[in-house]
């Protein structure tokens, strides 16, 4: 029997994708070229010579995980304003997870000159080496999110599909599928009537609401808790994209240290194609922490559970990786659903939509008497011998 997705996907998979990126790397660093102040100054990458090394997708504990460390050479070209050519080299002696997610080195960049130097080659040279070399870089951050894209169907078994191996997931177009299955695929069709509810997480933080605000929307620090790629200029209007391109939208509004609004859209085969859901985040500063409401509103019916498990797997659990202290969670969840209130308490709003679900301890009032009870069965203990012991016959005295 086939495992369920949740079990599935949280066992450690991996796929070598090394022929792939090779020439993903030869195909798409030759299409870059730049232009200079000056008329006819101009420079491009003309030949990807070598790429040495390892490029793996790795899935653990439902989480999709580039892997790579290369070593890549290639040729550069360029014309002056005279139109004299200008050749070089350039070697990149490791393009790595560990530099375009981690953020934790630069590259190095070894470029060397083979035309003889004069004043308009060496204006060349110095195109290649800021503006290319820029180029070169903006075009390397985008190698994560490509990989996932391509290939995490390959590993990544989805909630309602159970894709082969080495090939793509059916769409829904291609697919015959049974009663269930053509529902979806009419809700897929017809993206504005997609029944859809609200995920809300709560989780409190030890830590001030300027700071989690920043970790949210700063390009900067965002790859140190999401370990990829980010883009995020944090302006109204403008795209964002995170988890090396796992999640993409816009940016609604934004209101430093206070609120994030916020289209969110899940690059999974389970997130119906074109719908955006919204993404509402509020920090409330306490005196010494600070709490996060995560409100996705448009998340699609069915996929509840899948979202909350997201939300709190990547964000939530990903602030907690570099060292942010939770001090709790709550899940505000539709009275619709029914759940055990044992060991949790439940509490109702007042309109009786929704139910609060807390861990929580049982009220104060109740141990007391259990330790009451408990001190007395101590000491009928430890009193039982000697009150055994008085009882029996006194001995007389020997006179």
Known sequence: MALPPSTANWHWKNKNVTPWAKDWLKRELTTLSVTGDK????????????????????????????????????????????????????????????????????????????????????????????QLQSAIETKLSTLPGDIIATHSKDIHISGTSTPVSGTATPTPSSAKPAAPPAVKKAVLETVKGINSTTVTVEPTFQASADDIYNLLTDENKIPAW????????????????????????????????????????LQSPTWPSGHAATLTTTLDQ???????????????????????????GYYVHGFKSIGYVLISVSRPTPSSRSRSSSPRQKRSSKNGSATLEEET???????????????????????????????????PRST
């Open 361 to 395: 301890l049982p009220p104060p009032s109740l141990f007391l008497p259990a330790a009451i009870i408990g001190t007395l069965v101590l000491v009928a203990a430890l009193a039982l011998p000697f009150l055994t012991s008085s009882s029996a016959p006194i001995p």
């Open 226 to 265: 999401t370990r990829n790629a980010a883009v995020s200029q944090a302006k109204p209007d403008t795209e964002y994209s995170l988890f090396g391109g796992g999640v993409k939208g816009k940016y609604v509004s934004l209101s430093p240290g206070k609120e994030i609004v916020q289209t969110w859209i």
């Open 39 to 130: 008329e006819g100054e101009a420079v491009s990458i003309s030949e990807v010579t070598s790429v040495e090394g390892d490029v793996e997708l790795g899935q653990r504990k439902s989480k999709l995980l580039t892997i790579f460390d290369c070593d890549v050479r290639m040729r550069w070209s360029g014309t002056t304003s005279a139109g004299s050519e200008v050749k070089g080299t350039l070697s990149i002696p490791e393009v790595s997870h560990e530099i375009i997610c981690d953020g934790l080195s630069d590259f190095v960049f070894n470029w060397s000159l083979e035309t003889a130097s004069s004043a308009d080659v060496d204006a060349i040279y110095k195109l290649a080496r800021t």
């Open 286 to 312: 306490g005196s010494d922490s600070t709490k996060v409401t995560f409100s996705l509103a448009g998340v699609p019916l069915g996929m509840e559970e899948e979202i909350r498990r997201n939300l709190e």
